[in-house]
């Protein structure tokens, strides 16, 4: 594991002392949202002060709008349109494509000005479109203090990555090997960002979740379904009724999407949720988790230790994250409808298999990411008249 230490031709900057640390976030779902809220609640937890803007308000004309709205279109509605983006845009490997820094940068001005009005010591992108643009500032000499990469994608797909940015922390060994071959910033893998609520052991929210679950379906263990934030889930019906013969009860995670709420609300054996304030209680209670996109939901999972099968994956980063998950040993693929049933048996309560899983992904959480992005800033300076 190396250090948080600055990269070759980097000045050393002095440790010690409270940070003032602007982290840049995307609303694309919850995920990205989910952990700068959580970066920023333990900076001031540590004494520092912490900030978190959304790059997509940085755009000029409406442009993160619109950008949002296709993009939730495309998952929900059109995955092989996202597809055929991913594979244009963002799929890693040789070979020129199209970059993502002429639309970054048109945030550019607007970013600066964040930061010297909140007089930031270290920017934090997590989303892959602020580490374009930071990146793109830090080189051509914009940007006058270090950008940390948090990269909290299993997959590292190449507009998370540009060589201007000084660090990237990543979720694991692998990623943060491929960052070290396609850039020359320092890297260090710290694991997911999480709540802490999700760390601790069931209590009397899970006892009443689980109660509740019994009198629905004795006997039946639930087994949560998640589609993200935005609902996106393929074949909801068809992998509930799969569930549900197989002995188990199906939790369908709808997120905000009021329609495919609706939809799966009567549907036979199962049972639908919105969107889900106590999580980590609904984790305590649940047999299993079934997860379509390696995201936020699934690292809460395994902090929770509730084990994960990834199943009908989205297209793009989220097929690559859950089979990078699972090929990390954190979690089970299932690639056909056959293999879900079988995956689910073996993670029995008490069972080797359940045991060596949950065991496996609790390593993966290294290393506080934020003690590490603090250590990268130097001491704070007294900000001038008219800051805030």
Known sequence: MRDCSPGPGRPALPRGGPRRILVVSAGMGAGHDTVAGELARRARVQGHEARVVDVLQLLPRGLGAALRQCYQASVRHAPWAYAGLYRTFMRPGPGARPSGVPLARLAGDRLR???????????????HLAAQLTGHLRGRGGLDVPSAVFLLDFAVHRHWLHPGNDHYLCLTDEAAREVRRAVESRVRTTGPVV?????????APSARRREWFDRRAP????VLVSAGAWGA?????????LLA??????VLLCGR???LLGRLAGLPGAV??????????LMGASYALVDNAAGQTAVQALAARLPVVGYRPLPGHGAEGVRRMAAAGLSEFAARAADLPAALDRLRPSGPERRRRTARARELFRADALACVADLAG??????????
């Open 113 to 127: 000005e964040r930061v010297d009005r909140f007089g930031a010591d270290v920017v934090v992108p997590v989303f």
């Open 195 to 203: 709540a802490p609520g999700f760390f601790a052991p069931p209590g």
């Open 219 to 222: 006997g039946r263990p639930p």
């Open 233 to 241: 889930l393929s074949h909801a019906a068809g992998t509930a009724r």
């Open 245 to 250: 013969s197989a002995g188990f009860l199906p």
């Open 257 to 259: 999407n009021e329609r």
């Open 272 to 281: 639908a949720l919105g969107w889900v304030a106590d999580m980590p209680a």
């Open 379 to 388: 001491p704070r300076v007294q900000a001038p008249p008219g800051r805030s």
